[in-house]
């Protein structure tokens, strides 16, 4: 069992998510299973060597967790897989997210973390706001 893990500096925002829909699915997340061959389960991700014919599967045990505001900032897993036969080595921020303002209710959508930070402001707190210091790691769970 694997897990990507977040560690991020927060001011001003909490619940940082992947915007992760049915219509418009973030990168790591699959719209159906398939079935394993040879096997009564099934995989959010299936890939078959075409040398050997070896297959190999991921699943996505849980929907993606949101990251909390803490400070100071703290690992903290973001989606578990378990991972038979392969091995996630890295992860790329590719795709948007979503904070909630600490202190108001404002949405920020369509956060982008591929530059590894982020600055925008709370027109209601009457902040400024940013995702700064973010690490990602791949860990067994």
Known sequence: MLALTLTA??????NLSPLDTEDDPYFFTFKESNDVSGSRGDANFVWKCKTCKRE????IKAPASSYQQASPPRRQNIVEFDCRGLEFVEF???GEWSAKGLESTTLFTGIDLQEGEWFDYDEKAGEEVSIKDIKWDIRRA
């Open 9 to 14: 500096d927060l001011t001003g925002v909490t």
């Open 56 to 59: 190999s599967t991921a699943t």
């Open 92 to 94: 790329k921020a590719d």
